[in-house]
């Protein structure tokens, strides 16, 4: 059984392609103060760059799929980085940057449609459903390289605390991605190895497991417990909650133009 895309089913969608201009535009605005507005450059990096993360995402759903068994995965045009192909549009990129823009919490997306009666192999639906969330991480160890190498001499405060505000939704959404929450890809990891009887029970509310994580997350408590838990992440990685806090600052580009203490005059250790 073929398990290939053609060409044509395999090539970047120009949608992409747009959303990596945007980001290279935005991060040449920040690095070089250019933009009238600091705020809204780094907005504009911010958000396009996660935008491209969640289509890395659900690209590494797609091809892993493909290659465990899903032939149909090129037909629906998963294959091309298009967010536009995704089953839902709105879950999958509306409502993420929604959720960044009120709370800056990087909350996963909707899906692409994997016909898993096509592939054999517990460990094959765990790969499919594990892909995604290992691409957010290896997305957060990219971004902040920077930081945990020691390789900041020379960085523009403003692009270091983009980065660090990327880095802090992508570790959120790793971590959110991973808990084993019917509708998560934590649970699609773990479901193949529960009993057929415990997956029929479960299924009915894989639909309101995001909606019930967000709703969770406004907990006071599970906020304060979850972030308390990012922060310690992001400290392993060389983040200070310093640079996280002026990152999400300079992001409300709305709320005006934040007057940040030069970092020189700090000791973040």
Request: charge should be negative.
């Given at each position: 059984?073929?398990?290939?895309?053609?060409?044509?089913?395999?090539?970047?969608?120009?949608?992409?392609?747009?959303?990596?201009?945007i980001?290279?535009?935005?991060?040449?605005?920040?690095?070089?103060?250019?933009?009238?507005?600091?705020?809204?450059?780094?907005?504009?990096?911010?958000?396009?760059?996660?935008?491209?993360?969640?289509?890395?995402?659900?690209?590494?759903?797609?091809?892993?799929?493909?290659?465990?068994?899903?032939?149909?995965?090129?037909?629906?045009g998963?294959?091309?980085?298009?967010?536009?192909?995704?089953?839902?549009?709105?879950?999958?990129?509306?409502?993420?940057?929604?959720?960044?823009?009120?709370?800056?919490?990087?909350?996963?997306?909707?899906?692409?449609?994997?016909?898993?009666?096509?592939?054999?192999?517990?460990?094959?639906?765990?790969?499919?459903?594990?892909?995604?969330?290992?691409?957010?991480?290896?997305?957060?160890v990219?971004?902040?390289?920077?930081?945990?190498?020691?390789?900041?001499?020379?960085?523009?405060?403003?692009?270091?605390?983009?980065?660090?505000?990327?880095?802090?939704?992508?570790?959120?959404?790793?971590?959110?991605?991973?808990?084993?929450?019917?509708?998560?890809?934590?649970?699609?990891?773990?479901?193949?190895?529960?009993?057929?009887?415990?997956?029929r029970?479960?299924?009915?509310?894989?639909?309101?497991?995001?909606?019930?994580?967000?709703?969770?997350?406004?907990?006071?408590?599970?906020?304060?417990?979850?972030?308390?838990?990012?922060?310690?992440?992001?400290?392993?990685?060389?983040?200070?909650?310093?640079?996280?806090?002026?990152?999400?600052?300079?992001?409300?580009?709305?709320?005006?133009?934040?007057e940040?203490?030069?970092?020189?005059?700090?000791?973040?250790?």
């Open positions: 059984m073929a398990t290939q895309a053609t060409r044509g089913e395999g090539r970047v969608s120009p949608v992409f392609l747009a959303l990596v201009a980001m290279a535009v935005s991060i040449w605005a920040v690095w070089t103060d250019y933009s009238a507005s600091p705020g809204f450059a780094v907005f504009l990096f911010v958000v396009s760059a996660w935008i491209v993360s969640l289509c890395l995402h659900e690209y590494a759903h797609a091809r892993t799929a493909l290659h465990g068994g899903d032939i149909t995965i090129g037909a629906k998963y294959l091309t980085l298009n967010p536009l192909k995704y089953t839902h549009a709105l879950l999958s990129i509306v409502l993420p940057v929604v959720f960044v823009i009120m709370g800056g919490i990087g909350l996963p997306g909707g899906a692409v449609f994997i016909e898993r009666h096509r592939i054999r192999g517990r460990w094959k639906h765990s790969l499919i459903s594990a892909a995604g969330p290992l691409t957010n991480l290896v997305f957060a990219v971004v902040t390289a920077p930081f945990w190498l020691h390789a900041l001499d020379g960085v523009p405060d403003n692009f270091r605390y983009a980065l660090a505000f990327l880095a802090l939704l992508e570790v959120t959404a790793t971590i959110l991605n991973l808990l084993p929450v019917p509708g998560l890809d934590g649970y699609g990891i773990i479901e193949p190895w529960l009993s057929p009887k415990v997956r029970q479960v299924e009915p509310f894989a639909p309101f497991g995001l909606l019930a994580v967000f709703g969770f997350l406004w907990i006071p408590e599970v906020n304060h417990a979850f972030f308390d838990m990012v922060d310690a992440v992001l400290r392993t990685l060389g983040i200070t909650e310093w640079d996280t806090y002026w990152g999400q600052e300079l992001f409300r580009f709305w709320q005006g133009t934040p940040i203490p030069p970092l020189n005059a700090l000791d973040l250790g």
